[in-house]
């Protein structure tokens, strides 16, 4: 599967468990770490949990599973690793400090607003 299916699957995901303010990032051209970065929002520890284990399932469907995953003991960070696309699911206030679309704000944003 290419990246920018991926990451049209890993969206869908986050939408069926209501995740807030999904982003994409574009970074293939500022990196080799990744082709994109896809940032969301959970409003709670659980809320996180059900984004990511709705990620992974939908993706083991397919095929696919994270060469790496962390955070998710703590559920206030999730990274997911899928290689050429990487997962962020953060709670609300982890997302406002560590503000990783200013950080990455080289690469090409789309944002999806819910």
């Known amino acids: 599967m290419d990246s920018k299916t991926l990451v049209d699957e890993i969206v869908a995901a986050m939408e069926d468990k209501k995740a807030k303010d999904i982003s994409i990032i574009d ?13 969301c929002s959970g409003t709670s ?8 284990d709705e990620i992974d399932f939908k993706l083991t469907e397919v095929g696919l599973e994270a060469h790496h995953k962390e955070g998710y003991d703590s559920a ?22 560590y503000n990783l679309e200013r950080l990455w704000s080289d690469g090409e944003m789309t944002s999806i607003r819910y």
């Open 45 to 52: 520890s659980t809320h996180i949990k059900a984004i990511v």
């Open 76 to 97: 206030r960070w999730i990274l997911l690793d899928y290689g050429d696309v990487v997962v962020h699911v953060f709670h609300q206030e982890e997302r406002a400090f």
């Open 27 to 39: 970074i293939q051209n500022i990196t080799i770490i990744a082709d994109y970065f896809v940032i």
